[in-house]
């Protein structure tokens, strides 16, 4: 639940907190079930992290969006996770993106395009770690209650 919570409310790395304990059950447990779904968490929930960043990055460079703009969101996502715990990341980035579009074309009506293509990707990540930590959570409920 706690890796589930991380995923929707980036504060700990969720998917790799449900990975780890499904892997550290498989490794407990032992037998081919165990291993099997140990590792398949841990494939499903590597590929999940590159697709998050490889899927909204193509996004978002075919949606006009510039890597200065994107850096300048990064740095800003970071600041704003320290300045207000929880949601800090998200609207750093947002604000950040939208800042440094404003300033790159001088224009509300020429940044907003930029900066919503730049949220779109970001819920995309976020949905793809979703995605990959319901899956691996449903997996192994549907092992043990297999197996019980």
Not at 4 to 10: D, E, K, R, S, Y
Not at 14 to 22: K, N, S, Y
Not at 46 to 67: D, F, N, Q
Request: positive net charge; charged residues 5%.
């Amino acid at each position: 639940m706690v890796g589930i919570a991380g995923t929707i409310v980036p504060v700990l790395p969720g998917p790799f907190l449900v990975a780890g304990a499904v892997a550290l059950w498989g490794i407990v447990t032992g037998g081919s079930w165990g291993w099997g779904i140990a590792a398949f968490a841990v494939v499903l929930v590597a590929a999940a992290t590159g697709l998050k960043y490889l899927i909204p990055a193509r996004w978002m460079r075919e949606g006009g969006v510039p890597s200065m703009v994107l850096t300048v969101g990064g740095l800003a996502g970071i600041v704003g996770f320290f300045v207000i715990p929880i949601v800090g990341l998200i609207l750093g980035f947002v604000a950040g993106v939208f800042v440094a579009e404003l300033v790159r074309v001088k224009t509300l009506q020429k940044a907003w395009p930029t900066t919503w293509t730049a949220m779109k990707a970001a819920g995309l990540s976020m949905l793809i770690d979703l995605a990959s930590v319901l899956l691996v959570t449903a997996a192994w409920v549907g092992v043990v209650l297999a197996h019980d």
